[in-house]
C-alpha cells in the first residue's frame, strides 16, 4: 500500500522556518513528479512548489518564490520543502503529493499546470501555523 507520510510542521513566528518533509512508503517514486500543496483555513487547496521526477526542474507559486525551495532524495524516497521567511499568511496545511501516473509529463517533457487532478498519491497533511 503506497503512503505518504509529511512531517515538520508546526507553529512558528513571522520570518522564521520550517523544513517539511514527505517519506514515500509502498512505492518507489524515483520515476515520479511529486509537489507541495497547501489548503488555508476556509479556502481551497492548491499547489505551492513542483518538482520533476530527478530534481533538475521546479515550479513555485508567486507567493513563495525565493522564500521556499522544494528538493527531493530518491535514494531515500523523500521529498522536502524548506520554507523560509514565513509570513501569517503561510498558515495552511501543507499537502505532499506524487503522480505516479506521470500526467505531468507530456511527451517526455515535465509540462505541470500545478492542478490537483495531475496528482493521484496524496499524504495526510501536516499544520503549519505562523503567527504575527
Known amino acids: 500500500q503506497v503512503q505518504l507520510h509529511e512531517s515538520g510542521g508546526g507553529e512558528v513566528q513571522a520570518g522564521g522556518s520550517l523544513r517539511l518533509s514527505c517519506v514515500v512508503t509502498?512505492?518507489?517514486?524515483?520515476?515520479?513528479?511529486m509537489g507541495w500543496f497547501r489548503q488555508p483555513p476556509g479556502k481551497e487547496r492548491k499547489f505551492v512548489a513542483l518538482?520533476?521526477?530527478?530534481?533538475?526542474?521546479?515550479v513555485y507559486t508567486d507567493s513563495v518564490k525565493g522564500r521556499f525551495t522544494i528538493s527531493r532524495d530518491n535514494t531515500k524516497n523523500t521529498v522536502y520543502l524548506l520554507m523560509d521567511n514565513l509570513k501569517p499568511e503561510d498558515t495552511a496545511i501543507y499537502y505532499c503529493?506524487?503522480?505516479?501516473?506521470?500526467?505531468?509529463?507530456?511527451?517526455?517533457?515535465?509540462?505541470?499546470?500545478?492542478?490537483?487532478?495531475?496528482?493521484?498519491?496524496w499524504g495526510q497533511g501536516t499544520q503549519v501555523t505562523v503567527s504575527s
Open positions: 518538482i520533476d521526477s530527478k530534481g533538475d526542474n521546479t
Open positions: 503529493a506524487g503522480d505516479s501516473y506521470n500526467f505531468t509529463v507530456i511527451r517526455g517533457t515535465w509540462s505541470p499546470d500545478g492542478r490537483e487532478y495531475e496528482y493521484d498519491l
Open positions: 509502498g512505492h518507489t517514486n524515483t520515476n515520479d513528479p
